[in-house]
């Protein structure tokens, strides 16, 4: 009651000297009539609308280190208590010196400024106390149009009464403490640096608490004109804001806030000004790519907000703290991993991302391309801003045909309705899709005019089980599987393992389903072979682990799992995949640990990808032509400075999966996969393969023999006691 007493006291002192000074009829324009200023001071406002401050947002790896930001104002708020007290004592003494005297308005001030502006028929000289400045700035942070800017800047005697008004209404509001809060975290210093907590990580890379005196007087300094004393425009700008830091200091002497030498001793010193950058947006972040996404995701899920709007301004000015779950360990290894195996400036772009099984939450996404966009605007280059690893909502493209990695979700699905590992069937060598085939409408999608090859015109067929045809890669046995279990259960296998198209299309329900028509993402992939990883436990792919929002409250998101695959049908996948490295595809290539994957080759070498996954992570690289995987097929192609006369899964995109892996895990004890129930999978019986399995044994031996003589002709095969047996070149 004391304080409104006393503010009203004030309002009446100044109501009236402002009616005395403007009885004319007019000044500068305005014409306001004494009757009407008066009765302005004594009915006060509310206090002015003070909307949420626009902050930085941050982003945090998993283990708290920051990797991006965004903002559209370089601000972090901080408590009074906070700020060192010599930076309080500097911008009092500088920007009113009796703040802690008045109600509101500095009288002598206002009265010095309001006669020196009569006279002038306008807005000359200021006069404004701490209190008026913060209702300025609150009202230009309210602004939504330039309009609204504009009119709250107006150097007109109308707004300096209204920023009187609101003023009153403040001091009545507020203790002086926690109006200084509100200025110092509002205020703009220059240098994009809003609010003193910026301001003194970008002028000198310290905090607001740690201010030294000669810092918070180039601080106090700046405030009065920031843009005529930004430190970052030029050595003139920079001499002004030392002239201005002086006057600061010598305030305070004056004021007995601090000693003439102390003012001199810091006089002598000098700006010292280091201009720590602060970047905002992904273009400017060490995982670019990764930050892509993160940003994609808070901007497309409704959970961060009801409007995509409101979604926007969150992020831009939310000042939330993003955890989340990328790895710079295993971030660092994918980097690597794809450009010692493709340049940057290839037309040809890899991408990989790193999930973790049972949590589905993203390790690693990166892409072989620089992040941003190519000089002069041209579409090919070493960069891009397209986020290959990631789906259109994520910030990436239309995909790339995922190939023969589906072939294990017919695999699965062959697993839960009972096959064993060694039961097959005669495969012929060549098979047209006529017959058998429905969507999960019900309606035949059978193509008659389509003719199905082995990949690589492998055979011509043969009697093929669960387990070589998978280690082979064998197209037309895996369409003659998924005719027997059912095109729409593989098709419901899949989606139950999170496949969708990068596009967001539906996905392309037609016989050659199994050998990956459908454009895929390399983050899609990984969390579907993760799911094996995890004995069947599917996990959406999860980039946010925790926010932390401006108010300090923290939510936290947890992994969305479900059991999409049977733990014994998963065990008994990761056998089978398993095999992929010891007897298939990937013969010859390892990580030194238990492993399974598949690779996938795309019909005419359109992209290429391997998937694999161990307990502990699980990985998915694809290669492909920037320019177009159908008019630029991967054939007689130099990529990372080596030539291909055909990409397959194995010689390109496998290699690349072998060494991210072995970085990512080199410091995680491997984990072994739970073996699979024999007495469910085990056996099983396919007509011929035994014999055909023995003819090829004996070709080897034939062929390996052959090699021996013709490297070591005639009697001087006989002085060497080792043997030689050239591997063969992996295919898909």
Known sequence: MRKSIAGLGVAGAVSGMLAAALVVPAVGGVGIAARDVANSFVDLPPPPHEEPLSQ????????????????????????LSRVAPVMR???VAIEDARFYEHGGMDVKGTLRALLTNTQAGGIRQGGSSLTQQLVKNILVENARTDAERVQARAQSIGRKITELRYALAMEDKYTKDQILERYLNIAYFGAGAHGVEAAAHRFFSTSSADLTLAQAATLAGAVRAPNLTDPSIGRKQQARLKLRRDTVLDRMAGLNMITQAQAAEAKRTKLDITLHPEPGGCEESD??????????????????????????????????VIRTSLDPRDQHAAARAL????????????????????????????VSKKYGSNPGGRRNGSRTTINLAADEAHGGGMGLQAGSTFKVFTLATALQQGWRFNQGFETPGSLVPAQGYRDCSGKPVNDPRARVLNASGEGTGGPHSLETGTWKSVNIFYMMLERKVGLCNVVNTARSLGVTRADGGPLREVPTFTLGVNE????????????FGARGRYCHPLAIVKITDSEGQTTRVPPACDQAVEREVADAENYILSGVFTKGTMHGQSIGRPAAGKTGTNNGYTSAWFAGYTPDLAAAVSVGDIRGSYRHPLENVEIGGEYYGSVQGASLPGPIWISSMESALSDTPPTRFAPPNMARFGGGFTPGLKEALAKEKKKEKEKAGRGRRAL?????????????????????
Not at 56 to 79: C, I, M, S, W
Not at 350 to 359: C, D, F, K, L
Not at 522 to 527: E, G, L, N
């Open 287 to 320: 995982y670019p790519f990764f930050c892509v996404y993160v940003r994609q995701e808070l901007l497309s899920n409704p959970v961060f907000g009801a409007t995509a709007a409101e979604r926007r301004r969150r992020l831009a000015t939310g000042g939330l």
């Open 339 to 366: 450009r010692g195996h493709v340049n940057p400036q290839d037309t040809e772009a890899g991408s990989e991302a790193m999930v973790e099984p049972g949590t589905g939450r993203i390790r690693a996404i990166s």
């Open 712 to 732: 070591f002709p005639g009697t001087h095969r006989r002085h060497f006691g080792w043997d030689v047996n050239p591997r063969p070149r992996p295919r898909q």
């Open 520 to 531: 895929m993402d390399p983050v899609t992939v990984a969390a579907a072979f993760a799911a």
């Open 89 to 91: 004592q500097a911008i």
């Open 56 to 79: 930085v947002t941050r982003l945090l790896d998993r283990h708290g280190k920051q990797f991006a930001q965004f903002y559209t104002a370089n601000r972090t708020e901080v408590p």
